[in-house]
């Protein structure tokens, strides 16, 4: 087993089957009225948390609990963090308190490498700036292969804001290494140029939307981060969903059996509208729930629990 997970593409093709069949046993789990087991007993799971989050940090503090570990949450905000001290300095405070693991959420790219330097235990990446988001991938790839009974061949359309999407790269790269054929979808200026070529040979590139829906078993629907856009991207946001979000129109185009995914938050109404994530082929509410399961199974694997 690997020690970190720190990107999508630390996972081959066995582990991260490996990681959704355990997860499919930790879900089994869910359904009880005790929903505790003893496997990390005793062991520490700090969750670091430099950028907001509901679900992520949420999905982990449970997934973390589930298997009896000791969580400690630290958030930024309130913390020394806010009188200047450097992630370094934090990352050696929780190595003498002796983390067995590091979940990390930072809004820089690459802070998850860094902090897997400074600290023995294993770190998991929660999502690092615009880079990468890989437990994300897991439980998108889990609620796919739930679904749609297969990952193998499966045709995913990835659409909207691709460019600032740490989900969007972390979905490319472990779905193409699960044999999905996926087409990233979303205005020119959204989508970084050499994404095709740069991630993957079985990843192809569309700026149109309604050319792609028929030919889709799975829609996953970005939100539009505009948190993390300093230029105009797009004329305005009535243009962008008229061209670029899912409506119940353009939902109609998908084949019978297709999905729709989004990871949230969402922007009703922008990237989708709220009849289509409130109908029944929106996965929204089930990510949340596997989720835990997938978090489960990774802080399970990387610890070695019994
Ligand atoms: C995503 C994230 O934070 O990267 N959300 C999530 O983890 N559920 C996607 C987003 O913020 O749009």
Not at 84 to 96: H, I, M, V
């Amino acid at each position: 087993m690997i020690k970190h997970l720190r990107s999508a593409a630390d996972l081959d093709a066995a582990t991260a089957t490996l990681i959704l069949d355990t997860a499919a046993e930790m879900a089994a789990l869910s359904g009880r009225e005790v929903k505790k087991l003893p496997a990390l007993r005793g062991r520490t799971v700090v969750n670091l948390f430099y950028e907001d989050s509901t679900r992520t940090r949420i999905s982990f503090e449970a997934a973390a609990k589930r298997l009896s570990a000791d969580v400690i949450n630290f958030s930024a905000k309130g913390s020394s963090v806010s009188k200047g001290e450097s992630l370094k300095d934090t990352a050696l405070t929780l190595q003498a308190m002796g983390a067995d693991a590091v979940v990390i959420r930072h809004s820089a790219s690459g802070a998850p490498h860094r902090l897997a330097g400074w600290v023995d235990g294993s770190v998991v990446n929660a999502g690092d700036g615009t880079h990468e988001h890989p437990t994300q991938a897991l439980l998108d790839a889990y609620t796919m292969r739930s679904r749609l009974g297969r990952l193998d061949g499966l045709r995913v359309a990835i659409v909207g804001d691709v460019l600032h999407s740490r989900v969007a790269r972390s979905n490319v790269l472990l779905l193409t290494t699960l044999g999905a054929q996926v087409t990233v979808v979303g205005p020119p200026t959204l989508i970084p140029l050499d994404v095709a070529a740069a991630l993957s040979s079985r990843t192809r590139v569309s700026y149109d939307l309604d050319a792609v829906l028929p030919d889709s078993d799975v829609v996953m629907m970005l939100r539009v981060q505009t948190e993390r856009m300093q230029d105009s991207y797009f004329p305005s946001a009535r243009e962008y969903s008229r061209r670029y979000g899912l409506d119940m129109p353009r939902m109609k185009k998908l084949p019978e059996h297709a999905i729709v995914m989004h990871p949230g938050p969402m922007n009703r109404g922008m990237e989708i509208a709220p009849e289509v994530a409130d109908s029944p082929r929106s996965t929204i509410v089930e990510q949340v729930a596997n989720g835990v399961s997938v978090r489960m199974a990774v802080l399970y694997l990387l610890l070695g629990g019994k």
